[in-house]
């Protein structure tokens, strides 16, 4: 038997893990023989179906996620249209918790799997009886037999063989070193998949080297909660902080886990001061700073030592931290949400998502109507469009306002311009939001020049910010981000003063430009400084490259140290 599971990604750079443990669960049978193909959504949906169609298989599965739902429903009825003889199967959290309605809705769809799929899939193509397969939805003589979505006692097969790692060729690689989630917020589904199990140690910690000198940059852990064990926790990030010195761990890598930021305690932070800076990236679940909204979608926190455990880790230095936002949620006004973004902001993560609630299939605010009271969207990714607490019209505003905050602040592109800005104002939630329907009301074209201009012409406006001091921050950010040295003409100072400097520099040895490297330079004239960049040494938490610097006395027609 021939079997082609199909992975269709958000992005190019993304890659899927759940194809290679069907493929190491189904191929322990000798008989069967498991090709994967991997996409993304962005590809033309012709050019896909062809490459589907050039493999030889009795059976395809899709992964199926609220990204790529409708892409696999067209592709599969296509398939069958085409190859009416085979076995259309679907599996992942976007089909788990409504296989029924996609049963009866989509004809050509045989089988889903609900829940893990490792075991359900090893035993259906083993030829077991279908009524006995846990987690195996299916149509029987019209009639549609549903299972309660599945989960395992055991751990996953192995998934990294050779073929993985020629596959994965460079992009983010995933691995999981335990399953399920200790908590059961509303708006998620981890906490369904029952308590949280723990696989192997010694394993995982095997897994984490091999994957780490794969070639790829990024090793994104998919652990729900990575740290809902503390001494498990601990004993991985020592693992990887000495594997790293020991030049087991390439250092180019980095490690990506989203943890609770409540379970970090002293024990866990010194041992966090010893990584590498850039060695780890932590996202930490936050969503609101309204405890009567946390409270009532079973995510009610300690917000006053959240806040200052991630103050703690970012004061660190040494590592990137991602929180988020989530608009739309239960008694989250728009005043509300003002309130949790400028409390936000104030820890100055090096990423503020901020994201809009999804009503997923299984979660309990979609299952609870009665509890939660939200409009959205039928289509995936079934976003809250209103609320009885925020208007379709704010939420809207609030698309315009994340597009602008993602490109000022989350892009690290205007690390200290944002600083300066920001210093400036009370509530930087309505100046961002201010700037944001500027830049939507001129039309300000999407590229980064333009951009950068916006920010100046804008906020120079401004009483208490100058001009001129605004363009040297501008100036500065532009350099440590930009590898290709140049600004734009409107952040431009023709002074001789840099061509002098930069011939002083070339005179002594400690600061002579190495050979393929290159420089940019500038004068700050607010700051009184020169300052130069050479791309080679970047910082992977702050997103910049070095600057170096010297205090003058700015003078344009002689040069005073």
Request: negative net charge.
């Amino acid at each position: 038997m021939n079997i082609l599971f199909c992975a269709l990604n958000s992005k190019f750079i993304h890659s899927s893990l759940a194809p290679w443990y069907l493929k190491a669960s189904v191929e322990k049978n000798n008989k069967i023989s498991a090709q994967i193909l991997e996409g993304t959504i962005n590809e033309s949906e012709d050019v896909l179906l062809n490459r589907i169609l050039c493999c030889d298989f009795d059976m395809i599965g899709f992964s199926t996620y609220i990204w790529n739902k409708d892409v696999v429903l067209s592709l599969a009825k296509k398939v069958k249209e085409s190859k009416s003889n085979v076995k259309i199967l679907l599996g992942g959290p976007e089909v788990s918790y409504n296989a029924e309605e996609i049963l009866s809705e989509n004809l050509f769809v045989d089988y889903i799997i609900s829940g893990e799929g490792e075991e359900p899939i090893a035993k259906l193509v083993n030829g077991e009886n279908e009524e006995t397969i846990e987690g195996l939805c299916y149509r029987n003589s019209e009639k549609i037999l549903i299972k309660p979505p599945y989960v395992s006692k055991f751990d996953p097969p192995f998934p990294y063989s050779n073929e993985y790692f020629n596959a994965l060729n460079g992009r983010i690689t995933y691995i999981e070193t335990s399953r399920g989630c200790p908590f059961n917020c509303a708006f998620c589904l981890s906490g369904r998949c029952g308590s949280v199990r723990f696989f192997d140690l010694e394993e995982s910690k095997k897994k984490i080297l091999l994957l780490a000198n794969s070639g790829t940059q990024t090793v994104k852990f998919i652990d729900r909660t990575f740290n809902a064990n503390k001494k498990r926790a601990i004993e991985l990030f020592n693992f990887i902080i000495d594997s790293y010195n020991d030049k087991k761990i390439p250092h180019s890598v980095c490690f990506h886990f989203e943890i609770e930021g409540e379970l970090v305690d002293d024990e866990t932070i010194e041992v966090l001061k010893k990584a590498p800076v850039g060695l780890f990236q932590f996202e930490i679940g936050l969503q609101s700073f309204n405890e009567k909204t946390l409270e009532y979608i079973n995510r009610k926190a300690n917000l006053e030592k959240l806040a200052n455990i991630i103050k703690e880790i970012i004061s660190l230095g040494n590592i990137h931290v991602h929180i988020d936002l989530i608009a739309g949620m239960s008694y989250e006004d728009i005043n509300s949400f003002k309130n949790s973004f400028n409390s936000a902001i104030k820890l100055r993560p090096h990423m503020l998502q901020i994201g809009f609630l999804k009503l997923l299939h299984g979660a309990e605010m979609r299952e609870n109507k009665e509890k939660f009271v939200l409009e959205y969207s039928n289509e995936p990714p079934y976003e809250v469009t209103s609320t009885e607490w925020i208007t379709e019209e704010e939420l809207k505003k609030l698309h315009i306002f994340e597009d602008a905050f993602e490109k000022i602040y989350n892009s690290s592109r205007f690390n200290n311009t944002c600083e300066y800005i920001f210093s400036k104002y009370d509530n930087v939630f309505d100046a961002v939001m201010n700037f944001a329907l500027y830049c939507e009301e001129n039309k300000v074209k999407n590229n980064l020049d333009d951009f950068t201009e916006a920010i100046l012409n804008y906020f120079a406006d401004n009483q208490y910010i100058n001009r001129r001091k605004l363009r040297d921050f501008l100036a500065l950010d532009r350099l440590l981000t930009n590898r290709m040295g140049t600004l734009p003409e409107f952040l431009k100072i023709h002074s001789p003063t840099i061509k002098k400097m930069l011939n002083e520099l070339e005179k002594c040895e400690e600061t002579k430009r190495e050979k393929n490297v290159k420089r940019a330079a500038t004068i700050l004239p607010t700051m009184n400084k020169f300052v130069y960049v050479d791309y080679k040494n970047f910082n992977k938490v702050q997103k910049t490259y070095q600057m170096h610097e010297f205090f003058i006395k700015f003078d344009e027609n002689q040069l005073i140290f």
